[in-house]
């Protein structure tokens, strides 16, 4: 897999609670508009539901691998997709996002999402995303 990662200084389950809540995956996926988990369950092996991409395509997608606070990843119309994982680190967290080598291209995506979920954990995006929605009702 390729990889893009981030160290921030945020703790890892603050980092993990951003990245498991799909409310929460349009305000730092780039290509996500919508993400909904089947029943509203929380993510864990074998969790499906759908991602809506923000040109319009709705996508299911399943959750392949799951380690509670520290990684998951999935499939998305049943093709590997990204594989999000968690280390702790003195002072806070590297986010790692990995790829699969087909999908070499995808990286640059992958690189815009990390400093949005270093920004969410300092309360930086999830103020401005507040904004954002007041000021668009």
């Known amino acids: 897999m390729l990889t893009a990662e981030l160290r921030m200084a945020a703790t890892p389950s603050t980092v993990w609670s951003i990245i498991t809540d799909t409310t929460?995956?349009?305000q730092w996926g780039p290509t996500v508009s919508v993400a909904q988990v089947d029943g509203d369950a929380?993510?864990?092996a074998g969790?499906?539901?759908?991602?809506?991409?923000?040109v319009g395509v709705r996508l299911p997608f399943e959750i392949t691998e799951f380690v509670d606070g520290r990684v998951w990843a999935w499939t998305v119309a049943g093709v590997p997709a990204t594989r999000h994982e968690?280390?702790?680190?003195?002072?806070g967290t590297v986010l790692s996002f990995g790829a699969p080598m087909w999908a070499a291209g995808y990286?640059?995506?992958?690189?815009?999402?990390?400093?949005r979920i270093?920004?969410?954990?300092?309360?930086?995006?999830?103020?401005?995303?507040?904004?954002?929605r007041i000021g668009r009702r």
């Open 24 to 26: 929460m995956w349009p």
């Open 42 to 44: 929380p993510l864990a």
């Open 118 to 132: 270093e920004q969410i954990a300092r309360g930086d995006g999830r103020s401005r995303a507040a904004r954002n």
């Open 107 to 115: 990286l640059p995506v992958l690189a815009l999402a990390l400093p």
């Open 47 to 54: 969790v499906q539901g759908t991602v809506t991409t923000t």
């Open 86 to 91: 968690v280390r702790p680190v003195r002072g």
